[in-house]
């Protein structure tokens, strides 16, 4: 099992920043990679962005690319997500999520991870 707790979020003004973390806990020695997803009401859930556990691999949605950066630190089981100039479309509920090593298509298919924090919300005013 491995337990993920977010923080972070809250209220910012367009242009902006917010960085979130995700702490990981239990076997996170089985993580093979971690995810940022998120989740605007109305719409489905959508990758953000994904880092290897090793090396450090890196991949982004389109949308964020360029303002946002996923990184790791291995030594105290976290990750986190710096956001800048955020837009108001960027406003959701920010979830981060634990990849055991599933082999599936895409980065950013949601089935590829295993395990999911409870999710922390990110408002973006205009």
């Known amino acids: 099992q491995v337990q993920l707790v977010e923080s972070g979020g809250g209220l910012v003004q367009a242009g902006g920043s917010l960085r979130l973390s995700c702490a990981a806990s239990?076997?996170?020695?089985?993580?093979?990679?971690m995810g940022w997803f998120r989740q605007a009401p109305g719409k489905e859930r959508e990758a953000v962005a994904r880092i290897s556990w090793s090396g450090g691999t890196t991949y982004y949605v389109d949308s964020v690319k360029g303002r946002f950066t996923i990184s790791r630190d291995n030594a105290k089981n976290a990750v986190y997500l710096q956001m800048n100039s955020l837009k108001p479309e960027d406003m959701a509920v920010y979830y981060c999520?634990?990849?055991?090593?599933?082999?599936?298509?895409?980065?950013?298919?949601?089935?590829?991870?295993?395990?999911w924090g409870q999710g922390t919300q990110v408002t973006v005013s205009s």
């Open positions: 999520a634990a990849d055991l090593g599933k082999s599936y298509g895409s980065w950013a298919d949601e089935r590829r991870y295993d395990y």
């Open positions: 239990g076997r996170t020695f089985s993580i093979y990679g």
